[in-house]
C-alpha cells in the first residue's frame, strides 16, 4: 500500500474524464488526497468520483467544464475559490494532439488544442502556483510527451506545444527551487489511451511496440513530482531513445520522427 502522505490535501486533476487522468485520481486518492476532477464529461466524472469515494474514502469535487475555452482557468479557480477547496497538488493532464500534414489541419482544431495544451497549462499553474507559494507548500506535475525532444512531422503544433511545457516546467521548478512548491515534468511516450484516436491516427507499428499502459506512467508521475524531480522521460526504453538523440542531427531527428510516426499502407 502507498503511504498516505497526502492526507488532507486536495489535488486538482483536469483531464480526469479517461487515460492517465483516471489514474493520476486513482494513484493521489490512494495516498490520501482529496479530489478535485475537471474534465468535459460529466458522467465519467460522476462514474470516478464515485469509485474514488467508494475505495479510498476521500472527499471528490466534480466541475465539468471545457477547459479549451479562453477564460476556461479563470472560471475554474473562480469555482474552486467559491467552494472554499486550496489546491495543493496541480496536475496539468488535459490535452491532446492533432494528426497530420499541417496544411490539412483545420485553423479552429489547432488553435483548440493550442489552447488547450499551452495557454489554459500556464494560467491555471499561474493561478494555483501564486497560492501555492503564498502557503510555502504545494506541488505541480506538468504533462508534456517524449515529442518535446524533436521536431515532429504529422505532429508538428503538438509536439512543439509539449516542448513548451517541458521547458516552461523545468524553467518553473528552477525558480521556485528555494520555496515549498516543487513543479515537476513528466514526458510519456505512447501510452494506452484515447490519444491516437482523438488524434486521428492509426496505429503504427512502432506505436503497438513501444505502448505503455497507463497506470505505470502516472505511478512514475506522481512519485517523481513528490520528490521534487523536475522532470522525467517515463519507460525506460523511451529514455534511452531520448538520451540518443543527443547525438542526432537535428534534420535526421525529424526524418526519424516522420518515419516511425508514418501510417500503415491501406490493404
Not at 62 to 73: K, Q, T, Y
Not at 118 to 147: C, N, Y
Amino acid at each position: 500500500m502507498p503511504p498516505r502522505d497526502l492526507q488532507n490535501k486536495t489535488a486538482l486533476v483536469t483531464g480526469a474524464s479517461s487515460g492517465l487522468g483516471v489514474d493520476f485520481a486513482h494513484i493521489l486518492a490512494e495516498r490520501g488526497a482529496d479530489l478535485v476532477l475537471v474534465a468535459r464529461r460529466r458522467e465519467r466524472l460522476e462514474e470516478l468520483a464515485k469509485a474514488l469515494r467508494a475505495q479510498h474514502g476521500v472527499t471528490v469535487d466534480v466541475v465539468p467544464m471545457d477547459l479549451a475555452e479562453p477564460d476556461a482557468g479563470q472560471a475554474l479557480y473562480d469555482e474552486l475559490q467559491a467552494r472554499g477547496r486550496d489546491v495543493h497538488v496541480l496536475v496539468n493532464n488535459a490535452g491532446y494532439g492533432t494528426y497530420g500534414d499541417f496544411v490539412d489541419i483545420p485553423w479552429e482544431r489547432e488553435r483548440n488544442m493550442l489552447q488547450l495544451d499551452i495557454l489554459t497549462v500556464v494560467h491555471l499553474t499561474k493561478l494555483f502556483v501564486r497560492d501555492m507559494v503564498a502557503r510555502d507548500e504545494g506541488w505541480v506535475l506538468q504533462i508534456a510527451s517524449i515529442g518535446a525532444y524533436q521536431p515532429s512531422p504529422t505532429y508538428a503544433t503538438y509536439a512543439a506545444a509539449k516542448s513548451f511545457v517541458l521547458h516552461f516546467g523545468e524553467a518553473l521548478s528552477y525558480e521556485l527551487r528555494n520555496t515549498g512548491v516543487k513543479v515537476s515534468v513528466l514526458s510519456p511516450g505512447v501510452t494506452k489511451t484515447e490519444f491516437l484516436d482523438v488524434a486521428g491516427q492509426k496505429q503504427t507499428c512502432y506505436q503497438r511496440l513501444a505502448m505503455m499502459e497507463s497506470r505505470p506512467v502516472a505511478e512514475e508521475g506522481v512519485k517523481m513530482m513528490l520528490r521534487g524531480r523536475p522532470s522525467r522521460v517515463s519507460g525506460l526504453l523511451n529514455r534511452v531513445s531520448i538520451w540518443l538523440l543527443r547525438f542526432t542531427p537535428r534534420r535526421m531527428m525529424a526524418a526519424l520522427a516522420h518515419w516511425l510516426m508514418r501510417e500503415p499502407e491501406a490493404g
